[in-house]
C-alpha cells in the first residue's frame, strides 16, 4: 500500500529519493520521509502530510552522502502522524517498511522483555528493533536478513540501511511488491516501476521471501536460505513520458481521454486476420480444459469486481457458463465449492491486491486453474497465475481505475465471445459479427469523449447535491455501481448505485428535490445473425421509464444516459446524454466514460484532491 525508494550510487540522494517519492505519491500521502546516510551515519527526515511538505522541509539540505532510503505512507498500524513516519531508526538501523508484520505484537513482547523503548505505533518499529539486536551482535544487513526472515508472519517489503556499512542497503519483498532498478554505477529498490522508470529501464522483479543487496554498482540476489541466484533481467517497455499529465490537469482526466487507445491496445494481437474473429492466443494452454468448464469463479476487488460483474453477463450470454462473481476479500472465507471442472479468473489492474492474491492461492490448493486479467507485467499475479491475459492499458496513476476498468471489460468481452466459439454455444458467423461490434468500439469510445464539454456543464448543475442515485438493468446495473464509487472516491458525496428494479424495494425513500438520479438507459442495437440477444430490449427500456417516472413524482433531478436519438427519456430527464449507437455488450463500456467525466468535474468543482483522494491508494497490497 505504501510507496519504498531506495538509491545507492554517486549522487547526492536528496532529490532522487523526492522524485521517486511524487511518482509514489498515489500508494499513500499520510506521511513521508526520507533517510541519507553520510559520514556513518544515517540522517532522517519526516513530515506528516503529502510529499510537498517533506520537500519544503529539506529545502535548504544538501547532502554529501550517496545512498538513501525514502517513504510515502497509507496508514495501517498507528494514526497518519509524523511520529508514525518512516523511516524508522533504532541504533544504526533504518528501515522503511510496505505491509503488515502479522505476528508484531508476539515480537514487540519479547522485545519488552529486553528494554526495547517503542516510539511508534507502527509494527515497521518492530522491524528496525529486531535488525538493530543483530546488528548489535556484530552480524551484516545479509545476516540479520536471513535471521530474522523466518521469524516473520505477514505480507511485507522493506528497505534497510546499516550505518556500518555505508555503501549497502538491503531489501526484500515477500507479498508485496518490490523492484530492483539497474544501471551502471547506480541501482534503485522501489515498490513500482513508476519510481524509477525516468532513470533505468532494466529491472529484477523481486519474487517472494527474495533477499535484494545493493551495493555500489552491484547487486546480489539471494534466496531465503541465502542462496545467491542468478536473476532474469527484464527491460520495461513503458516510458517516462507515459507517466507524465501531458497538458492535462489531473492524471485521471488524461487516462479517461487515453481510453480508445487503451482500448485498441487491448484488443490488438487478439484478432485472427483469417477467420475475422476474436482469438486469444494465451488461451490455447487451456483449450481442452475451458471446452468442458461448468463453472467460472470470477474473483476481484472494487472496480475490477464491476468489471467481473459486467463479465459474468458476458459469459452467461455467449459461452453458456455459470459465473460466480465474489469479492477477493470474502472468497476464501465463504469455503467456496472448487469442482475439477471449473476455472478461476482473477481481475487486479495492479497484480498486487492481496485479496486476489489470496484467492488465486485458494484456487491452487484446489487444483483449480487460475486465468488472470492484469495490467502489470511480471506482478505477482501475473506470475502465479496458469495464464496471463495483459490488458496493456499502459500506466495508470490516477487512484480511481478509469481505463484499467474499460480495458479489463473489453478482455472480459474477448474472452467470453472466444470461450463460446470453443464450446460451440456461438456459431462462426455471430462470432464474426461480435469482433465487427469490437473492432469499432475505439472509435465510438472517441465519439463518446467529445461530450466532455455537455458533461461538464451538467456536472455545474449537479455539484452541490448531498446524494446521487445511479440505476441500470442488465449489464448496465454493474455500471450503476462503479458509477457510484467513481464519485464517492474523488467528490466524498454519497452516492449508491442499485439495480433499477429495487428501487420500490428501499432505495425510494432517499428520493427527494436533493436528490440527483443517474439513469443508465442505453438502447441496444441488435446483431443481424442472433435476435435473441435483443429480444428484451424494449421491455426493459419500458420498466427503467416507470423507474423514471416513480423518480419524477418524487422531485428527484433526472439525467438519463441513453442512446443518439432517443425521443424518450430525453424528453422526461432534465438533463440528456445521448451516446453513439451500439450493441448490448457494447454499451457498458460506452456508458463507463461519460459517468466517469460526470464524477471528474464535480469532484473539480469541489475542489477535492482528484489524483489523490483521501483515505485511498492504488494498490491495496494489505488486508
Known sequence: ??????????????????????????????????????????????????????????????????????????????????????????????????????????????????????????????????????????????????????????????????????????????????????????????????????????????????????????????????????????????????????????????????????????????????????????????????????????????????????????????????????????????????????????????????????????????????LSICNVRESSLARESDIVLYTNAGPEIGVASTKAFTTQLTFLYMFAVQLGQIRGVISPEYAKELTNDLMHLPFLVDKTLRLEKQIEEIALNFQDNPFFFYMGRDNQYPIALESALKLKEISYAHAEGYPAGELKHGPIALIDRQAAVIVLATQNTSPKTFHEAGKSDNILLEKILSNLQQVKARGGQILSVGTEGDTVFSKESKYFIGLPKASWAINPILSTIPMQLLAYHIASLRGTDVDKPRNLAKSVTVE
Not at 3 to 9: A, M
Not at 159 to 164: E, F, Q, S
Not at 171 to 198: C, F, M, R
Request: aromatic share 6%.
Open 1 to 370: 500500500m505504501c510507496g519504498i525508494i531506495g538509491y545507492n550510487g554517486i549522487q547526492d540522494p536528496k532529490g532522487i529519493l523526492l522524485d521517486g517519492l511524487k511518482k509514489l505519491e498515489y500508494r499513500g500521502y499520510d506521511s513521508a520521509g526520507i533517510a541519507i546516510l553520510e559520514n556513518n551515519k544515517t540522517l532522517v527526515f519526516r513530515s506528516e502530510g503529502k510529499i510537498n511538505q517533506l520537500e519544503t522541509k529539506l529545502s535548504t539540505k544538501k547532502f554529501n552522502g550517496s545512498l538513501g532510503i525514502g517513504h510515502t505512507r497509507w496508514a495501517t498500524h498507528g494514526a497518519p502522524t509524523e511520529n508514525n513516519a518512516h523511516p524508522h531508526q533504532v541504533g544504526a538501523v533504518t528501515l522503511v517498511h510496505n505491509g503488515i508484520i502479522e505476528n508484531y505484537l508476539e515480537h514487540k513482547s519479547h522485545l519488552e522483555k529486553s528494554n526495547a523503548v517503542f516510539k511508534s505505533d507502527t509494527d515497521t518499529e518492530i522491524l528496525a528493533h529486531l535488525f538493530n539486536q543483530a546488528i548489535k551482535l556484530g552480524l551484516s544487513l545479509k545476516e540479520a536478513c536471513l535471521k530474522i526472515l523466518p521469524t516473520l508472519k505477514g505480507s511485507y517489503a522493506f528497505v534497510a540501511l546499516n550505518d556500518n556499512q555505508p555503501d549497502q542497503m538491503i531489501g526484500v519483498a515477500n507479498g508485496a511488491p518490490l523492484i530492483v532498478g539497474l544501471t551502471k554505477n547506480e541501482n534503485y529498490l522501489a515498490s513500482d516501476v513508476q519510481a524509477i522508470l525516468n532513470r533505468t529501464n532494466k529491472v529484477i522483479y523481486l519474487k517472494d521471501g527474495q533477499i535484494a543487496l545493493c551495493k555500489k554498482g552491484e547487486v546480489e540476489i539471494f534466496t531465503p536460505e541465502g542462496t545467491l541466484l542468478k536473476p532474469e533481467i527484464k527491460t520495461l517497455h513503458w516510458t517516462a513520458d507515459q507517466m507524465e499529465k501531458s497538458g492535462y490537469r489531473h492524471y485521471m482526466l488524461k487516462e479517461i481521454h487515453e481510453q480508445s487507445q487503451a482500448i485498441a491496445n487491448t484488443i490488438s494481437g487478439n484478432i485472427d486476420p483469417t477467420s475475422e474473429t476474436i482469438q486469444i492466443p494465451e488461451l490455447k494452454k487451456l483449450q481442452d480444459k475451458l471446452k468442458n468448464l461448468n463453472r467460472i469463479s470470477i474473483v476481484a476487488c472494487g472496480t475490477a469486481r464491476h468489471a467481473g460483474l459486467v463479465g459474468k453477463y458476458y459469459l452467461e450470454k455467449f459461452a453458456r457458463v455459470s459465473t460466480d462473481v465474489d469479492f477477493g476479500s470474502e472468497f476464501r472465507y465463504r469455503q467456496p465449492v472448487l469442482e475439477k471442472n471449473s476455472l478461476t479468473l482473477l481481475i487486479s489492474q495492479s497484480g498486487e491486491t492481496a485479496d486476489t492474491l489470496a484467492a488465486l492461492r485458494e484456487s491452487r490448493v484446489h487444483e483449480v486453474p487460475a
